[in-house]
């Protein structure tokens, strides 16, 4: 369980922008589910993402533990690009589907990354999972950004929203 007091909000930030800000190990997307869960609470009572917090508030964030998903690790050969201790660029290959679904679910381009990067990996959302933030379709080849940590996760993330990322 984690808390805040509220000491400053003299921009009258809503809930889940104020709670990004104070925690960056948090996206705005898993701040707004676990609002939407009743995990997180202000002086112990369910408010909306809306809310404005007040100087003096006590907000009760309970984290879920990350847990892990059925996944396979395979040893299935993508090309490395780069890779330090927070990313891992691949190059994907055409016909290779990212992420396990109905009618796919090995062979994919996590169950590589999970052979490739074992234990460090983003537990963005309370998964242990690869930090894969954005996509290539089935039959697009190119080189994809996989986040190691939930701080990169979250920057790359950001970025990618702000519109800081760029193909050139």
């Not at 009572?45 to 990350?66: H, T, V």
């Not at 954005?134 to 950001?158: C, E, F, P, Q, Y």
């Amino acid at each position: 369980m984690k808390e805040l007091v509220v000491k400053d909000n003299n921009q009258k930030k809503r809930l889940d922008s104020y709670i990004v800000e104070e925690l960056e190990d948090l996206s705005r997307t898993t701040v707004k589910r676990l609002i939407d869960e009743e995990k997180i609470l202000v002086n112990g009572k369910k408010q909306k993402s809306s809310y404005k917090p007040e100087i003096g508030d006590l907000i009760s964030i309970d984290m879920p533990k990350a847990h892990e998903i059925k996944l396979e690790a395979q040893d299935i050969p993508v090309p490395v690009i780069y890779e330090d201790n927070d990313i891992i660029v691949v190059n994907k290959p055409k016909g290779m589907v990212v992420h396990p679904a109905n009618g796919n679910p090995d062979g994919t381009l996590v169950n590589a990354i999970l052979a490739m990067c074992k234990d460090s990996l983003s537990g963005i959302g309370g998964e242990i999972r690869p930090g894969i933030v954005h996509r290539l379709d089935k039959d697009t080849s190119g080189l994809l950004i996989v986040a190691k940590n939930d701080i990169a996760h979250i920057k790359m993330s950001k970025q990618i929203q702000d519109r800081k990322v760029n193909n050139k």
